[in-house]
């Protein structure tokens, strides 16, 4: 529990750094909250997360920054009944577990339509390329994770979102009349 609060706490601090912040964060769930596939596993088998997943959550909570699933799971009964066991699924305020054929969009979609939020104010963590690579197509700032979701992947996510936000605005000042 320690080790959370450690986490939340630097998390805190690297979000103090940036004055955009993005309004809602977006997880994968395999092999960027947690270091499985759920659908080779048992909803009877204890689930854990990658070490700094939670506290990582807490701070986002804390700024009040929503956070969101997209997953293709095609087992979303045992991926829910991890969130279940890990008393996080209460922190979504979108849940969007389905298999699809698309990388996400789809996904995307339900997560706007439910929660008003545009995409430009939305950042995604995940660990398939494919998924970020489509998923930045539609304005979302999108970070491939490598060894799930940490500190270091979560300070250049603010990063990149900082900077893409920027960016946007210094387009519209040189906008024309
Ligand atoms: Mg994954």
Redesign the pocket.
């Known amino acids: 529990m320690e080790e959370v609060e450690q986490v939340k706490a630097e998390a805190l601090q690297i979000m103090g750094v940036f004055q955009l912040l993005p309004k809602l964060v977006v997880f ?5 909250l947690w270091p499985f596939y759920c659908e080779c596993r048992s909803k009877h088998d204890t689930p854990y997360l990658f070490p700094h997943s939670r506290g990582i959550l807490h701070a986002l909570k804390r700024q009040n920054v929503h956070s969101a699933i997209a997953s293709k799971s095609p087992t979303p009964d045992i991926a829910t009944t991890y969130l279940d066991k890990l008393g996080i699924r209460s922190m979504f305020v979108a849940e969007e577990i389905f298999y699809s054929w698309t990388h996400k969009t789809d996904h995307f979609q339900k997560i706007h339509l439910k929660t008003g939020i545009p995409y430009n104010s939305m950042l995604f963590f ?3 390329n494919n998924n970020i690579q489509e998923i930045s197509k539609i304005g979302v700032t999108s970070i491939l994770v490598r060894n799930g979701v940490n500190l270091e992947a979560f300070r250049n996510g603010l990063a990149k979102f900082s900077q893409n936000g920027n960016a946007a605005k210094k387009n519209k000042q040189k906008r024309p009349k």
């Open positions: 994968d769930l395999d092999y960027t995940d660990d398939d």
